[in-house]
C-alpha cells in the first residue's frame, strides 16, 4: 500500500514537472520555439552588427563597397533569421521587416554604381520606414535594435 | 490655331535643327514661323545671322558647351530671324544631357543694344515632343567674331554668355569645345560682418531634423551614411558652430544619420547679406573640400555647406 501511495505520489510529481515545463517553453512568446528564436536571433543580430561596424564610415569613392557588403551582411541576416522560423506575431514582423529592407538595399547600391548620391539618400527612406528597431524591440531582440557604432 | 502655331513652330524648328551640327543635312531651310506681330527691321538683324559656338557661359546655367544658329525665316516678309541651339548641360547627377532650343520672335533691345529672342525649349522626342517658353536669349551688338549677351533659362538667371562667330566650313564632329564657366562676382570683406562682435561666438543650429537612425536598429549605420550623401542636401538631425579668431575661422560640428561630422571653415567673407567660407575636413590646414554659401546678418547665418559630393543644409543662430 505504501508502494502503491509512492509511485502516485511520483507520478503526481512527474506530471506537475511536466506540466512546468510545457509552460516554460512557451513563457514571454507567442511561439513555441521564442526562446530559441530570441538567442539565434540575438546571435545572428551581434555579428551583423559587428560586421556592419567593421566596415567604418565611407568616404563618397567607397560608398558602392560598402553597400554591397551591408547588403551581404543583412541578405544573410535575413537568411539566419528566417530559419529560425518564429511564429509569433513579432518575431514574424521582424523577419518581414528584413526581407523588406534587402530590395531596397539593392536600389541603393545601384544608384551608387551609377554615382547618384542624391538617390541612394532618397531611397535611404525607405530603410527609414521599416522601423527595423523598433520591430527588434517588440520582438524582445535586444542587440537587433542596436545601431551598428562605427569603428572608425 | 494655338496647336497649328505650335506645329509649324516645331517644324521650323527640326528643320533648323537640321541645319546646326555636321550630323545634320547642311540644307538650313527653315519654315513655317508665322510672322512676329513686331517687326524689327532687317538690317539690325542681319549682323545676327551667322552660326556661333559657345565660348563662355555663367556659371549657375548649368551649360557645358553648345551651338547656335540664327538664319532668316526663309520667304518671311518683312525678314526675321529664327535661331536654334544645341547646349549640353550638366545633370543634377552630373552627367552631360542635350538642351535643344529655339530663339523667336526677334525684338530689338533698347537703345540698339542688339536684339531679344524668347527661348522655346524643343521636347526630348523630337515628332512628339512640344515647343514650350523656356527663358530668353539677348545677343548684344556683335564685336567682331564675338558676341556677347545674356540668358534666361528655367526660371534662371540671367547668366552672361558669349559667341564666337563659326566661319562657313567650321564644324564640329563630336560635341563642341568646353565654353568658359563665368563665375558670379564673389564677396570679398573678411569675416562675417563689419565688426567682430556681429558674428563672433557660439552658434545653435536651427534646422536640425529628427535623427533617422535613431529607430533603425542594424539598418541605422547604413542610413546614416547615405544620409549624408547628395547634392540636394543632407538630412542634419544636430549641429553647433563656433566663430572665433582673426582671421576669423568657424568651427562646425554637424550630425547626419548619426555620425558626427567636423568642419573647419576658413577665409570668411561677406558682402551685403552673402557669407561665404572654403570647407575643410582636417582642420584650417589641411586642403580645402568645398564651400560655404549662404546668407547672414543680425547673429544668424544659413546655407550651404558643401564637401565633396555631400550638401549640408544648415541654418545657425547666436547664441544670446
New interface residues.
Given amino acids: 500500500m505504501k508502494s502503491k501511495f509512492r509511485s502516485l505520489a511520483s507520478l503526481l510529481v512527474l506530471a506537475a514537472v511536466g506540466a512546468l515545463v510545457v509552460a516554460g517553453c512557451g513563457g514571454g512568446s507567442s511561439s513555441a520555439g521564442g526562446g530559441d528564436f530570441v538567442s539565434g536571433a540575438e546571435a545572428a ?1 551581434g555579428s ?2 559587428k560586421q ?2 567593421a ?1 567604418g ?4 569613392e567607397q ?1 558602392t563597397r ?2 554591397e557588403k ?1 547588403e551581404a551582411v ?1 541578405v544573410k ?1 535575413h537568411q539566419e533569421v528566417a530559419a529560425l522560423d518564429g511564429s509569433g506575431a513579432a518575431e514574424t514582423a521582424y523577419t518581414a521587416g528584413l526581407a523588406k ?1 534587402i530590395p531596397v ?1 539593392t536600389a ?1 547600391t545601384n544608384a551608387a554604381r ?12 525607405g ?2 520606414e ?7 524591440e517588440e520582438a524582445k531582440l535586444k542587440t ?7 569603428e572608425s | 490655331m494655338r496647336r497649328l502655331k505650335l506645329i509649324l513652330v516645331l517644324g521650323g524648328a527640326l528643320a533648323l535643327l537640321a541645319s546646326v551640327g555636321v550630323a545634320w543635312a547642311t540644307t538650313g531651310a527653315t519654315t513655317g514661323y508665322p510672322q512676329p506681330k513686331v517687326v524689327v527691321p532687317s538690317q539690325t538683324q542681319a549682323p545676327f545671322e551667322n552660326r556661333y559656338v559657345l565660348t563662355a557661359v555663367g556659371s549657375g546655367a548649368g551649360i557645358r558647351s553648345g551651338e547656335m544658329k540664327f538664319e532668316f525665316e526663309e520667304g518671311s516678309s518683312p525678314q526675321f530671324l529664327v535661331g536654334i541651339s544645341q547646349f549640353y548641360t550638366y545633370s ?3 552627367e552631360i544631357e542635350t538642351a535643344l532650343f529655339t530663339f523667336y520672335p526677334p525684338k530689338e533691345l533698347p537703345n540698339g543694344k542688339g536684339l531679344g529672342f524668347t527661348a522655346l525649349k524643343v521636347g526630348a522626342s523630337a515628332q512628339y515632343g512640344q515647343v514650350t517658353p523656356d527663358g530668353e536669349l539677348q545677343l548684344f551688338t556683335p564685336e567682331g567674331d564675338k558676341v556677347k549677351g545674356q540668358l534666361r533659362l528655367r526660371g534662371g538667371g540671367p547668366w552672361p554668355v558669349e559667341f564666337k562667330v563659326l566661319g562657313e566650313d567650321e564644324r564640329y564632329t563630336a560635341s563642341p569645345p568646353a565654353a568658359r564657366q563665368i563665375h558670379e562676382a564673389q564677396p570679398n570683406n573678411p569675416g562675417w560682418g563689419g565688426e567682430a562682435s556681429e558674428y563672433e561666438g557660439e552658434y545653435e543650429l536651427t534646422n536640425g531634423a529628427e535623427d ?21 542636401g ?2 542634419v538631425s544636430s549641429g553647433s558652430m563656433t566663430v572665433e579668431g582673426n582671421p576669423a575661422v568657424a568651427t562646425v560640428e554637424l550630425e547626419t544619420g ?2 558626427n561630422r567636423t568642419f573647419t571653415l576658413t577665409d570668411l567673407a561677406w558682402q551685403g547679406d552673402q557669407r561665404v567660407a572654403q570647407v575643410h575636413n582636417e582642420g584650417p590646414d589641411s586642403p580645402p573640400v568645398g564651400r560655404f554659401e549662404g546668407t547672414g546678418g543680425q547673429g544668424e547665418v544659413k546655407g550651404d555647406l558643401i564637401s ?3 550638401v549640408y543644409k544648415v541654418a545657425f543662430k547666436l547664441k544670446g
Avoid: W
Avoid at chain 1, 57 to 60: A, D, E, L, R
Avoid at chain 1, 114 to 125: C, G, H, I, M, T
Avoid at chain 2, 212 to 232: C, D, E, H, S, Y
Fill in positions: 543580430c551583423a552588427n556592419i561596424a566596415l564610415t565611407p568616404q563618397q560608398v560598402y553597400l551591408t543583412i541576416l529592407a538595399l541603393m551609377s554615382e547618384n548620391f542624391d538617390a541612394v539618400r532618397e531611397l535611404s527612406s530603410l527609414v521599416i522601423h527595423l528597431g523598433e520591430l527588434a537587433c535594435a542596436e545601431v551598428p557604432v562605427s | 543634377p547627377t552630373g533617422p537612425t535613431a529607430k533603425a536598429g542594424t539598418l541605422g549605420a547604413v542610413i546614416g551614411v547615405a544620409q549624408g550623401l547628395g547634392v540636394r543632407a538630412v548619426g555620425t565633396g559630393h555631400s
